[in-house]
């Protein structure tokens, strides 16, 4: 059964950097086809992609958004980790670890509500 | 970068039906597979339509997909509507190397 959940601060200061964590199980990221991905949401606002990481270690970024971000594993291979740099308070919203199959985002996180602000 | 423009809602009464359409800004939608998704207040999206028209298991019949290459648009149907149905719908597609999400659809159950 696979699973997600992020994890990361609540609350952030304007120009500072936003770490987030994702712990996943029920799947490898080692096996061929498998990609994590993030996806944030403003309230009341869409969905939008962020960032993604597949079997191979390759990265894949939202290009309006490039600049500042970064996503990788860490050694477990059980965890990916988002990085967003210069954080402004349009950053606020919940943000979102997805698992990837054949371009379908088929599992999410309950996603992590982060706020930007002074 | 191409973007998917959806209605902002759609409403329809029990038991009836009502349609989504997702158009797709530039490139072919029939070019990469589109992908619907639920989403209920407070809960993260689920998917109700993959790879155009397929059905992930124990998503209801009432929803079904389709593309049309003459408007460069997907669509999302919802026959039978009930009370659950109420939720945002969002289509999603790709290119080689990115992701795109729809501008969503409110969907109202009257």
């Known amino acids: 059964q696979v699973t997600l959940r992020e994890s990361g601060p609540a609350l952030v200061k304007p120009t500072q950097t936003l770490t987030l964590t994702c712990t996943f199980s029920g799947f490898s990221l080692s096996t061929s086809g498998m990609s994590v991905s993030w996806i944030r949401q403003p309230p009341g606002k869409a969905l939008e992609w962020l960032a993604l990481?597949?079997?191979?270690?390759?990265?894949y970024y939202n290009p309006s958004l490039r600049t500042r971000l970064t996503i990788s594993r860490d050694i477990s291979m059980t965890r990916v980790i988002l990085t967003m740099t210069n954080l402004d308070p349009v950053d606020s919203g919940t943000y979102y670890c997805?698992?990837?199959?054949?371009?379908?985002?088929?599992?999410w996180g309950p996603g992590t509500l982060v706020s930007v602000s002074s | 970068k191409f973007t998917l423009t959806q209605p902002h809602s759609v409403s329809g009464s029990p038991g009836k039906s009502v349609s989504i359409s997702c158009t797709r800004s530039?490139?072919?939608?029939?070019?990469?597979?589109v992908q619907w998704y639920q989403q209920r207040p407070g809960s993260a999206p689920t998917t109700v339509i993959y790879?155009?028209?397929?059905?992930p298991s124990g998503v209801p019949d009432r929803f079904s997909g389709s593309v049309d290459t003459s408007s460069n648009s997907a669509s999302l149907t919802i026959s039978g509507l009930t009370t659950e149905d109420e939720a945002d719908y969002y289509c999603?597609?790709?290119?080689?190397?990115?992701?795109?999400f729809g501008t969503g659809t409110k969907v109202t159950v009257l």
């Open positions: 997805t698992h990837l199959k054949n371009r379908n985002f088929d599992h």
């Open positions: 530039s490139g072919s939608v029939a070019s990469n597979y």
């Open positions: 790879e155009d028209d397929r059905r």
């Open positions: 999603q597609s790709y290119d080689s190397t990115t992701y795109v």
């Open positions: 990481l597949d079997w191979g270690d390759r990265e």
